[in-house]
């Protein structure tokens, strides 16, 4: 079926470029190179795991006419290590693809290495006045947060993978219509790879210099979901935050809700200081930080416990050295998360990351679980 879709798509994007009525035509190119290295542990002198990732991405874009557009963007993944020997169905959870059309192709699966490619996006975009269509794998963004986003019920993503910028897409109907300069009104319906159809309106309006948004509709037909988000500032400080609550379709006794506030300032000096805080009555059930760290991710699971406190900083030190560190504060599991992380340009388009992960907490044992991740990334944009 992947492969049927593909053949019907590129002709078609070849006859609408050769119809486009003499309008201006245009294809482009960009995406990046990366290989990164990583190990997790416990404790540092003790036995790690390693892993190596080389990354590639690809984004493709033709304007094949003034309101049309194509769009198709794929990551390859090379990796290999400890995590591929030693973790049972590794290769199937890296090459999982949660959409409705199966655009994930496993390309090797060997005991030491897999070789994995992934369609992330995949879409038509029709615009005309204030007008606007897409059809295809999208990335759906109703998030207001850096962090947590309770109303991102699309596409949901974990705040520790910063190695997938792009972020997950959707295979979804997107229709807005701008109804003002600081107003619209969007409706999407998106299904997935167990056909279970996620639709929701939303209507985003300004107020006082607050941009407001209301939503509501059906999540994976098992929750009717009501939401609303906001973004402004208090004297130059950004203040944010998205709520949104799920009644269940089959327990109607059944209510959740999950709520995140956050707040940013930038000096003069450059000097980045945020802080967001996340509250939710959802009954979780991890039993370690690695259950959650691995897990496919939506809306009602972006978190393992029910309230998060963030606070983050980040400062350039030069023009080509920039280092940074968060921390997340767990009361309720007694842990918390802490991430130093630097990056050096070597020169233009070139990056040298490195970053560290600390998890720390009891869950529902007595003993204290320790977790570590330290990654180190070379990238190449082009």
Known sequence: MRFYILTILFPLIL???????????????NGYVSNMQSVMFEEVDDLWFSENLFHNRLNFKY??????????????????????????????????????????WLIADKPSFILTTTID?????????????????????????????????????????????ERPGSDAIRIQYYTGSSSALELVIKTDSSNKITGAGKYLFGVSGYDIQILGGILSEEDFVLGTGWSGNIKGASFRGEFSWFHS??????????????????FKNSLFFGME?????????????????????????????????????????TPLFMGSFATIYYPSEKGFFM??????????????????????GKFDSDSIQKTSFAFLRLKWNF
Request: no cysteine.
């Open 15 to 29: 006859w609408l470029g050769i119809t486009g009525n003499g309008q201006a035509q245009k294809f482009t190119m």
């Open 63 to 104: 304007y094949a006419t003034d309101n049309l557009t194509f769009t198709m963007e794929l990551r390859t993944r090379f990796i290999y290590g400890d995590f591929v020997k030693t973790i049972p169905g590794y290769s199937d959870f890296i090459s999982s693809d949660a959409g409705y059309v199966d655009l994930s």
């Open 121 to 165: 996006r995949l879409y038509f975009d029709y615009s005309i006045g204030k007008f606007q269509a897409r059809v295809g794998r999208q990335r759906i963004n109703w998030a207001q947060n850096l962090v947590w986003n309770p109303n991102d019920i699309f596409n949901a993503y974990s705040y520790f993978d910063f190695d997938y910028a």
């Open 249 to 266: 379709l089959e327990n109607t006794h059944k209510e959740e809700f999950m709520i995140s506030i956050s707040s940013d300032y930038t």
């Open 277 to 317: 805080f996340l509250y939710s009555n959802i009954d979780y059930d991890y039993s370690s930080f690695g259950e959650f760290y691995f897990t496919t991710l939506s809306v009602k699971n972006i978190a393992f416990t029910d309230i998060n406190l963030m606070a983050q900083v980040s400062y350039p030190f």
């Open 339 to 360: 991430g130093p992380s630097i990056e050096y340009s070597l020169k233009e388009n070139l990056f040298l990351n490195f970053v560290f992960q600390h998890f720390r």
